[in-house]
């Protein structure tokens, strides 16, 4: 069974400054899905990032980019510029591309703190 | 917003009672989830419908079951409710049940409370 794990439970960074997440998966597969979720104080699930574990290249969504290291099985983000309301809970992602169960997998989260 | 709406945003009953959540999925979706969030348990999926069949289970206790109606929105009944079953209850749609760049967009969730 595929399993992700954050080994930061909490993360603080300046406003302005730069953090980066830490996620490490397990998996057989060869081709699959990884995202970064956003849960902020509103409990909302908010999708941040998404990655093709058939793409090298490392995706960017303005202020958040990713690491891929698909060998290593390493998926970290990276927020730049934080901003106050990026303050919340990260979780790191994991769904199969094929099959017929196409759940996502959660890693246990990390709570960041951005200080003004 | 991510156009998927849940009803009720909160409910609190009494242990052995039942309740149903509801779920609307975002304008052409056709794949439902449902996932539990607790403090020991974390994130965790529970059931998986595309277009009203039953596609996939997780950990879902057999007091719980859903179903997915014609007009694609899900209900998920808990039944002889216990007190670990006080948890979050996220509901998120897709466009296809497959894999491929399929992303889910979630709820804002229903918080359930068993006192």
């Known amino acids: 069974a595929q399993t992700v794990t954050q080994s930061q439970p909490e993360m603080s960074v300046q406003e302005a400054e730069t953090v980066t997440l830490s996620c490490t998966y397990d998996?057989?597969?060869?081709?699959?899905?990884l995202f970064w979720y956003k849960q902020p104080p509103s409990r909302q699930m908010i999708l941040v990032i998404r990655?093709?574990?058939?793409?090298?290249q490392n995706a960017t969504e303005n202020r958040f980019s990713v690491n891929f290291q698909k060998a290593a099985k390493s998926f970290s983000l990276k927020i730049s510029d934080s901003q106050l309301g990026d303050a919340a809970m990260y979780f790191c992602?994991?769904?199969?591309?094929?099959?017929?169960?196409?759940?996502?997998?959660f890693g246990k989260g990390t709570l960041l703190t951005v200080n003004p | 917003d991510s156009g998927v709406t849940q009803t009720p945003k909160h409910l609190i009953t009494a242990t052995g009672q039942r309740v149903t959540l509801r779920c609307s999925p975002r304008?052409?979706?056709?794949?439902v989830y449902w996932y539990q969030q607790s403090l020991d348990q974390g994130l965790q999926f529970l059931i998986q419908?595309?277009?009203?069949?039953?596609?996939a289970k997780g950990n879902i206790l057999e007091r719980f079951s859903a179903q997915q109606f014609p007009d694609l929105h899900s209900e998920l009944n808990l039944s002889s409710l216990e007190l670990g079953d006080s948890a979050l209850y996220f509901c998120?749609?897709?466009?296809?049940?497959?894999?491929?760049?399929?992303?889910?967009?979630f709820g804002p969730g229903t918080r359930l409370t068993v006192l």
């Open positions: 990655q093709e574990a058939y793409k090298q």
């Open positions: 304008s052409g979706d056709l794949s």
């Open positions: 998996t057989s597969e060869s081709d699959y899905y």
């Open positions: 419908y595309y277009n009203g069949e039953e596609r």
């Open positions: 998120a749609s897709s466009v296809v049940a497959s894999g491929g760049t399929d992303t889910q967009y």
């Open positions: 992602a994991y769904k199969d591309s094929g099959g017929s169960n196409y759940k996502l997998t």
